[in-house]
C-alpha cells in the first residue's frame, strides 16, 4: 500500500510512517534519527519514558523536575539517560524553557547547569551535551556538518508563534556562520493536529507567523479546530532556507505507552528527554 505523503514547500514527508531508527541500551529505549547517522563524531538520542524510576504519573524516565518528581529521582534518570553516551550530568546542559523565542549560545562553563528563559540551545563546542524536555511540544534538532555546530530547540504553539525556529537558524547563522542550505533539521515526536483541538484564538496568533498558505488548521468533520504543529514548524524551517528536514512522524499523544503527552494525560505526566552532542 502506498504510503500518503504531504509537501509544504517543498520539503516531501512520509505522513502516519516514523524515519527513526528505535535502539534499546541499559533498559533505555531511544530514537535516532536516519539522518545524523553517517556523523561518527555525533551522538544523540530521543528518549522514550520507558527505562527510568519515577514513580506514577511520571513514569518511569521523567527528566523535568518542574512536574512534581522527586529530585533525587530525575537526576538517577538523567544520569541513566546521559550514560547511553558515556556521559555524566557534569558533562551536559540546558534550558528551563518558557515557551519563548531567546536562544542561548552554550559554552563548556554551562556544562553542569542550565540557564533559565530559553527555548533554544546551541553550540559549537565539543563534550558538551545539548540536552532538553519534552511533552508534546516539538523537539527540533539542528547540526550544521560544515561549521560543526549544534542545536536544540523546543517549540509549542507559543514558541512556534514567536518564530523560536527562525530566531535559532540565525543565531547558529550570527554565532558559527552556518547556512541555512547548510543545515540539518530533525523534528521529534510531537501532538498531531489529529489530537491537538485549539481554539480561533491560537490559530489567530500562529497564522501570521508562518509563511502564506502553510496547512497549519484543520477543520474537524465534528467542526473542532486542529492545530498542525508539524506543518507549521516545517513552513518555518523552509521559510529560513533550510532544505534538509527529517519528520519523526510520532504523534506523542497517540502513543503514551512510549512517550509522555501533557495533553493526552491532561497535564499530569512527565517530560521525555532529547540529547546531541559532538564527542572530544
Not at 134 to 162: K, M, N, S, T, Y
Not at 224 to 241: E, I, K, P
Request: charged share 20%; with cysteine; proline share 5%.
Amino acid at each position: 500500500m502506498q504510503r500518503a505523503r504531504r509537501s509544504i514547500a517543498g520539503i516531501q514527508i512520509a505522513k502516519g510512517t516514523t524515519s527513526l531508527k528505535r535502539h534499546s541500551t541499559n533498559g533505555l529505549t531511544f530514537y535516532q534519527f536516519e539522518g545524523l547517522a553517517g556523523y561518527l563524531d555525533l551522538y544523540h538520542g530521543v528518549f522514550t519514558r520507558r527505562g527510568g524510576v519515577s514513580q506514577a504519573p511520571f513514569e518511569t524516565l521523567n527528566l523535568a523536575r518542574s512536574v512534581g518528581d522527586e529530585a533525587p529521582v530525575v537526576q538517577e534518570n538523567n544520569r541513566r539517560m546521559l550514560a547511553v553516551f558515556d556521559l555524566t550530568p557534569e558533562r551536559a546542559t540546558t534550558a528551563w524553557l518558557v515557551h519563548g523565542r531567546a536562544v542561548a549560545v552554550m559554552t563548556h562553563a554551562d556544562a553542569g547547569n542550565y540557564r533559565p528563559g530559553f527555548d533554544a540551545i546551541i553550540t559549537r563546542e565539543r563534550g558538551l551535551a545539548l540536552t532538553m524536555r519534552f511533552a508534546d511540544c516539538v523537539p527540533i534538532v539542528f547540526f550544521d556538518p560544515v561549521q560543526q555546530a549544534l542545536g536544540l530547540a523546543h517549540a509549542g504553539w507559543r514558541g512556534v508563534a514567536e518564530k523560536v525556529v527562525a530566531e535559532t537558524v540565525s543565531a547558529l547563522h550570527d554565532n558559527f556562520g552556518s547556512n541555512p542550505r547548510d543545515l540539518w533539521a530533525g523534528i521529534g515526536p510531537c501532538i498531531s493536529a489529529e489530537r491537538y483541538r485549539v481554539g480561533q484564538a491560537v490559530i489567530d496568533l500562529v497564522q501570521p507567523a508562518c509563511p502564506p498558505h502553510a496547512p497549519i488548521a484543520q477543520r474537524q468533520p465534528d467542526g473542532s479546530l486542529h492545530l498542525d504543529l508539524n506543518a507549521a514548524v516545517l513552513s518555518q524551517l523552509r521559510a529560513c532556507g533550510v532544505e534538509h528536514v527529517e519528520d519523526s512522524a510520532i504523534c506523542t499523544a497517540s502513543n503514551t505507552a512510549e512517550w509522555f503527552s501533557h495533553r493526552a494525560e491532561n497535564g499530569k505526566t512527565g517530560r521525555f528527554g532529547v540529547v546531541i552532542g559532538l564527542r572530544e
